[in-house]
């Protein structure tokens, strides 16, 4: 199976501030990766795919980038509303996995 | 617009298997895979496996091989998966979810809570 490892597992953030959050996959997976955000008691919700796809409706401060094994997700400019816990996930080959997830907090 | 629309949380004791629903609407059911993926409290997410409705073909993550068994009804939209020989372990939050013809998941349920208790 193809392990996804995500980094960090937690960071706070100011308003307005960029993070970034990384995703390490066990072999190449040719940039088939998607990013979700789960709130508390939600379905994820799907924010890139393809590596860097902005999915319909995300707001353009969203934006992935990566290729071969090492994958991010940056946000521009973070919002009260971006709070949550971020998935990666590789959609490369079967069985799909996902990374363990990164929460995201306002500092 | 795509809603997948699941049953409700069950309770369920140790030994006993449980079946839950996933009820699918504004698209053509039996055209796309229906994936399932489980996730425990406070732990991240797991791929179950996918039902083609159109056929029935099924493809299963190995783990979940004789743990949960995916069926579909044409007439009625509605994907099924069944839990059986339940343990504390199995207690979690099931999604059904579709990425039409993608392994992405732009389409969720609203998840059904399955807790194996006595």
């Known amino acids: 199976d193809i392990q996804m490892t995500q980094s960090p597992a937690s960071l706070s953030a100011s308003l307005g501030e960029t993070v970034t959050i990384q995703c390490r996959a066990s072999?190449?997976?040719?940039?088939?990766l998607a990013w979700y955000q789960q709130k508390p008691g939600k379905s994820p919700q799907l924010l890139i795919y393809?590596?860097?796809s902005l999915q319909d409706g995300v707001p353009s401060r969203f934006s992935g980038s990566g290729s071969g094994t090492q994958y991010s997700l940056k946000i521009s400019s973070m919002q009260t509303e971006d709070e949550g816990v971020y998935f990666c996930?590789?959609?490369?080959?079967?069985?799909?996995?996902f990374g363990s997830g990164t929460k995201l907090e306002i500092k | 617009q795509v809603q997948l629309q699941q049953s409700g949380a069950e309770l369920v004791k140790p030994g006993s298997s449980v079946k839950i629903s996933c009820k699918a609407s504004?698209?053509?059911?039996?055209?796309?895979?229906m994936h399932w993926i489980k996730q425990q409290p406070g732990n991240g997410l797991e791929w179950i496996g996918w039902?083609?409705?159109?056929?029935?073909?099924?493809k299963y993550n190995q783990k979940f091989n004789g743990k949960a068994t995916l069926t579909a009804d044409k007439s009625s939209s509605t994907a099924y998966m069944q839990l059986s020989s339940l343990t504390s372990e199995d207690s979690a939050v099931y999604f059904c979810a579709q990425g039409l013809l993608s392994d992405w998941f732009a389409y969720w349920g609203q998840g059904t809570l399955v807790t194996v208790s006595s």
């Open positions: 393809g590596a860097s």
């Open positions: 996930q590789q959609g490369l080959k079967y069985p799909l996995t």
């Open positions: 504004g698209y053509t059911f039996t055209s796309y895979d």
């Open positions: 072999e190449d997976i040719y940039s088939g």
């Open positions: 039902i083609y409705p159109g056929n029935g073909n099924t």
